[in-house]
C-alpha cells in the first residue's frame, strides 16, 4: 500500500513569516512529487512540481526533494493571509498513470 | 481553452436515485480521473482512464460506473445513490503527471 503522510494541521504562521510544510512516503520507486493548493471550496491546483533532489524555487514557493529520507517539503517564503489554504502533497511512480495524495496540511497565515 | 469542465456544480439526490455527473476536457489529454473527496479527508480516487475506451477501477468504485467513448468525455454514473455518496466529486485530466482538475460537484444524497 503506497501511503503518503501529511500533518494535517492546522499550521499558524504570521504574515510575512515562512510556512514549512512536510510530506513523506512510503514507496521508494516514487520519481514525481508534486504540492498542490486548494482552496476552501475550491479544487485542487497545481502549485509546484519536483523530480530530483534538492531545492527547487518558483517565486515564494521553494520544493525541497530528499528521495534517501523519503521526503518532500514545500516552503512558503513571506507567507501571506492569501495563501491561507489547504496544500496536498502527492508523489507518482515512474511509469504509473496514477498519483497518491496526501490528506493535506491546512496553513492559516494570520495579519 | 476552458480546461476540465464539470456539471452539474450541486445536486440533491434521494436515496435509490441515480445520476451521471459529466466531465469534458479540451487539453486532449489521455488521462483522465475521478476523485471524491469528503471533509477532512484527502482524494480518493474513482475511476479512471488512459484513453478512449480504456477505464480501470481505483480505490473506491463501488455504486459508480464510467465510459469513456471520446478523448473529450468522461462521465461518472451513480446508480442506486446512497447516503454515503455524499461527497464532493472532481474530475482530472492529466499530463505529464500534473493534474488539471475540475470545478468539482457537490452532491448530497437524502
Known amino acids: 500500500q503506497k501511503e503518503v503522510e501529511q500533518n494535517s494541521g492546522p499550521l499558524s504562521v504570521p504574515e510575512g513569516a515562512i510556512a514549512s510544510l512536510n510530506c513523506t512516503y512510503s514507496?521508494?520507486?516514487?520519481?514525481?512529487f508534486f504540492w498542490y493548493r486548494q482552496y476552501s471550496g475550491k479544487s485542487p491546483e497545481l502549485i509546484m512540481s519536483?523530480?530530483?533532489?534538492g531545492d527547487k524555487e518558483d517565486g515564494r514557493f521553494t520544493a525541497q526533494l530528499n528521495k534517501a529520507s523519503q521526503y518532500v517539503s514545500l516552503l512558503i517564503r513571506d507567507s501571506q493571509p492569501s495563501d491561507s489554504a489547504t496544500y496536498l502533497c502527492?508523489?507518482?511512480?515512474?511509469?504509473?498513470?496514477?498519483?497518491?495524495f496526501g490528506r493535506g496540511t491546512s496553513l492559516i497565515v494570520h495579519p | 481553452n476552458a480546461g476540465v469542465t464539470q456539471t452539474p456544480k450541486f445536486r440533491i439526490l434521494k436515496i435509490g436515485q441515480s445520476m451521471t455527473l459529466q466531465c469534458t476536457q479540451d487539453?486532449?489529454?489521455?488521462?483522465m480521473y475521478w476523485y471524491r473527496q469528503d471533509p477532512g479527508m484527502g482524494l480518493k480516487l474513482i475511476y479512471y482512464?488512459?484513453?478512449?475506451?480504456?477505464?480501470d477501477k481505483g480505490e473506491v468504485p463501488n455504486g459508480y460506473n464510467v465510459s469513456r467513448s471520446t478523448t473529450e468525455d468522461f462521465p461518472l454514473r451513480l446508480e442506486l445513490a446512497a447516503p454515503s455518496q455524499t461527497s464532493v466529486y472532481f474530475c482530472?485530466?492529466?499530463?505529464?503527471?500534473?493534474?488539471?482538475f475540475g470545478p468539482g460537484t457537490r452532491l448530497l444524497v437524502l
Open positions: 502527492a508523489v507518482k511512480a515512474g511509469g504509473s498513470y496514477i498519483p497518491t
Open positions: 482512464s488512459v484513453g478512449a475506451g480504456i477505464t
Open positions: 519536483i523530480y530530483s533532489n
Open positions: 482530472a485530466s492529466s499530463y505529464g503527471g500534473h493534474q488539471y
Open positions: 514507496d521508494r520507486g516514487s520519481q514525481s
Open positions: 487539453m486532449n489529454h489521455n488521462y
